[in-house]
């Protein structure tokens, strides 16, 4: 079982910054990839960043250059550094972790609670 705790949200001005932080514990054999997923009210839940074990990032077209992931992989925690945020970033944002534990070897998908972000001025 793996457990995800997301910290780091909050009200924020446009164009002001916010450093979101996700920490995996639990019986964790390997990490394969953390990521970023956020949800706005009436939309789909969709990708915003990942890195997987080899260091290789995907963002989604609309936070590039804006937004960076990082991986602490000692701690087993992933940051997203968010800069120049828009009102259209608003959303609850969920960190994901596909891994696999000590008991189990088959990779599995696991969901943070999320954390608000709301951008307004």
């Known amino acids: 079982q793996v457990q995800l705790v997301e910290s780091g949200g909050g009200l924020v001005q446009p164009g002001g910054s916010l450093r979101l932080s996700c920490a995996a514990s639990g019986s964790i054999s390997r990490i394969y990839t953390m990521g970023w997923y956020r949800q706005a009210p009436g939309k789909q839940r969709e990708l915003v960043a990942s890195i997987n074990s080899g260091g290789k990032i995907n963002y989604a077209d609309s936070v590039k250059g804006r937004f960076t992931i990082s991986r602490d992989n000692a701690k087993n925690t992933v940051y997203l550094q968010m800069n120049s945020l828009k009102a259209e970033d608003t959303a609850v944002y969920y960190c994901?972790?596909?891994?696999?534990?000590?008991?189990?070897?088959?990779?599995?998908?696991?969901w943070g609670q999320g954390t608000q972000v709301t951008v307004s001025s």
């Open positions: 994901n972790a596909v891994a696999t534990t000590t008991v189990q070897t088959i990779a599995s998908n696991y």
